[in-house]
């Protein structure tokens, strides 16, 4: 089993990836600026910042996996590129770092645009696309003998205003959004955390980017 740290651990995305961590036996550490009243049973709950890059790494001592969960919104916007860039610096040799993304830089065909540069996507949510995009961008410039990564893009429709149920159950698309045959895009929160700990587990995206749906 391995020894998980979730940066983010009590937002929407964080709190499903602690709990089927958790639920699959593996040690949990989450970390967040507020410890939640509820409480995952089981993890490590302890307050810490994406913005105090020294002091989560004194949290991180034996961690085998960093998992990012923190998106670059309200007053994390303009903040998270550049401190995951400096956690990546002083990760210790074999620890892994795993990036939650945004669905604006998934591809909407083979070859085709990022969904975040067509005119149908919301101007509310293109600083926070981009800013996701340039973490990506850091992670695909460093040299193959530095950290391993690997960055999931969720589906268009994921987030805690759709939270859906977990089934256990999702699809991969490489670079394109994936979509269901009547075109949503859609993954629930808990799917999302099984996606997450799966490549975990049993890891197929190895310093690389890959999306998930139904």
């Known amino acids: 089993m391995a020894r998980i740290a979730v940066i983010g651990g009590s937002g929407y995305a964080g709190r499903h990836i602690v709990a089927e961590a958790v639920n699959r036996g593996h040690s949990v550490l989450s970390i967040a600026r507020r410890i939640p009243s509820e409480r995952q049973p089981g993890a490590v709950y302890i307050e810490g910042s ?6 989560l790494l004194a949290q991180l001592e034996g961690v085998d996996v960093v998992v990012s969960a923190v998106a670059p919104r309200g007053d994390m916007e303009g903040l998270v590129r550049p401190n995951i860039a400096a956690l990546v ?6 620890v892994r770092i795993g990036v939650i993304g945004g669905a604006g830089g ?4 083979e070859g085709g645009q990022r969904l975040v540069d067509l005119p149908t996507f919301s101007a509310d949510y293109r ?3 981009l800013e996701a995009l340039g973490v990506l961008e850091d992670l695909q410039a460093l040299s193959a003998d530095t950290v391993d990564w ?9 987030g805690a205003w759709n939270p859906g149920e977990r089934t256990g159950d999702y699809r ?17 929160g808990p799917d999302l955390a099984v996606a997450v700990v799966d490549e ?3 890891p197929q995206h190895p310093r690389s980017r890959f999306t998930v749906g139904y």
């Open 106 to 109: 998934s591809l909407v065909a």
């Open 50 to 55: 994406l913005t105090d890059v020294p002091g």
């Open 200 to 202: 975990i587990e049993h």
């Open 127 to 129: 600083p926070e696309a």
């Open 172 to 188: 991969k698309g490489g670079d394109v959004v994936v979509t269901d045959a009547e075109g949503e895009s859609f993954i629930s």
């Open 89 to 94: 610096s002083v990760l210790p040799e074999g």
């Open 150 to 158: 690997f960055y999931i893009h969720p589906a268009g429709g994921f």
